[in-house]
């Protein structure tokens, strides 16, 4: 079951953790959502979950150039 999340204000300490060819899913990602300058992000923010309780969060998503963050997930609740 998918969690269902909002991000509440800014996510913070953003550094880029695989670009182009070290990311392991590029070839899907070229695929779904087209040929484009890809990167594997991570930050910290704060979210909130569908059932309204609110916490700190790592945070992993792709992001390529004109499409903004994609396939956004939470990796650790901090």
Request: aromatic fraction near 8%.
């Amino acid at each position: 079951m998918p969690l269902n999340f909002e991000i509440i204000g800014d996510i913070i300490e953003i550094e880029a953790i695989a670009v182009e060819g070290s990311i392991r899913e590029l070839e899907r990602l070229r695929k779904v959502y087209g040929f484009a300058r890809w990167r594997k992000l991570k930050g910290i923010g704060t979210v909130r979950f569908s059932d309204g309780t609110t916490a700190r969060a790592e945070l992993h998503w792709y992001k390529a150039h004109g499409l903004g963050k994609i396939e956004m997930k939470i990796k650790r609740i901090l």
